[in-house]
């Protein structure tokens, strides 16, 4: 299973310089709060971060000095000196690296959300250890009632009675804890108010607000960052195999998460093209101004988005990429510059050329608020209805327009 390390945390550098600084220096904050966007690459520093605590020939993590590398009776130049590995970050060399890279290490131990039965619990948690040792990019992905498990817990606490087993230290990563009962809670609270200087405790969430404050006021926190739209392209088309233009297309909605651009990948970016299409069919009808038309096609667009705000969102983004396109293009941009470059893209140049692109970007406004009303609980269908009026609106400089006081209510 490759594994990143701490030095090539993609899109991280902040995050890298500090964690590297931390293993340096060997001094280890009872308990870090790793915190910011999904799909941003937490779960993947929490492992780097404890790989590199665990590896043998950083100073200060092996239980036990490796003794020093010395020459053969027949003259053969000596094994690398531990001098020579890395003193920041994990070898990649030593059986310690060897065991937290298959997930193995006895020293490092993993909780995570699980969903489905109480009796299935051991086989979903095998199962997920399976799929991620054989996948590089392996998304965790759960239901709305997934949770850690008390069982997990306690398994944990009975652990944490004795000391590690190899290293020096153990490293607890506890990913997603915003998923996690009252008492479980407590329970974590009570470990981290007696700090054993053995265990390092690594928690992620994207939900912040969700983790106790009691719990984040005993936590170092280290905030992630979105990635930049490039280094995601980079990835997706070097690492994960996506061909160049849909690398472009999926970066370019990702909105700063490499675990949104790979959930769309493979067979999904076909789905994802599909779905840009009628999004830009639609943006098409209300452009047109043809009314009766576009509230068939926004209802049913909308249908279900009470439990599937995602696709409404994705819709509008779309629209709002192809916008900015437009955009790219009058402004003179080469083709290959263009999200949308895998489509026929001569309306688009028509539109670039007839639309000023003041008017353009009072459109891409109207979306971002369409966007924020529909993340907020405002009726998905009447906000994207108004928003899809606006856009096709034919008077829409500033000042040209109708008073609505909210966009619920200006249809
Ligand atoms: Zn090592």
Redesign the pocket.
Known sequence: MPVVALARLLGQPEVSAFLRGVVERGRYSNAYLFHGPAGVGKGTAALALA??A?????PG?ARFAPRAAEPSLFGEAPAPAASQ?PRDD?????????K?AQLIHPDLKFLFPVSGDEREYEESIGETFENWRADPFHLFEYDRAASIRIKQTQELQRDLAYRPYEASRRVVVIRDCDRMREDQYSTLLKSLEEPAPTTVWVLTTSRVSRVPATIRSRCQRVRFAPIAEGAIRDVLESQAGVPGSDAVLLAALAGGSLGRALALRGEKAGEAKAQRDAALAMLSTALHGDEKTLWSVVSAAAKGAARNREAVRRLVEFQMLWLRDILRAGAGLPEATLVNRDRDNQTLFERARTLEPAEVRRRLFVLEEALRAIEGNVSADLSLMSAMLRVGGSRVGEGAWPPHPTARWDI
Do not use: W
């Open positions: 790989r590199a665990l590896c043998d020939r950083v993590a590995a994990a070898c990649g060399e030593c059986p310690a690296c060897g937290s």
